[in-house]
């Protein structure tokens, strides 16, 4: 059973940044699609971005591209999430998620594993 843990969430003005952590354990880590999602208050969770599992491939939804960069080191089995220029309209909390399979997706029912999520909050 593979056990996701996030941290790195805060408070944080708008224009700052904020970089999430991801490990993993009880798995095989370097095989997993890997990607972040996540949650606004009173809103349905979405889809942030995804890494394959080499770290060549990423891939990001439109509002955070440019801004935000999904990356992963195998050797310690933890995926990272680096948000830059942050707005209030990134305020939620933000889950890890690893996909056993080789094809990388933004649909949350794709992925087999999840964290508990941290909370970030942007203030204007």
């Known amino acids: 059973q593979v056990q996701l843990v996030e941290t790195g969430g805060g408070l944080v003005q708008a224009g700052g940044s904020l970089r999430l952590s991801c490990a993993a354990s009880g798995g095989t880590f370097r095989w997993y699609v890997m990607g972040w999602f996540r949650q606004a208050p009173r809103k349905e969770r979405e889809f942030v971005a995804h890494?394959?599992?080499?770290?060549?491939?990423?891939y990001y939804a439109g509002s955070v591209r440019g801004r935000f960069t999904i990356s992963r080191d195998n050797g310690k089995n933890t995926v990272y999430l680096q948000m830059n220029s942050l707005k209030p309209e990134d305020t939620a909390v933000y889950y890890c998620?690893?996909?056993?399979?080789?094809?990388?997706?933004?649909?949350?029912?794709?992925?087999?594993?999840w964290g508990q999520g941290t909370q970030v909050t942007v203030s204007s």
């Open positions: 890494i394959n599992w080499s770290g060549d491939t990423t």
């Open positions: 998620a690893a996909d056993r399979t080789p094809v990388a997706s933004q649909t949350e029912s794709a992925y087999d594993y």
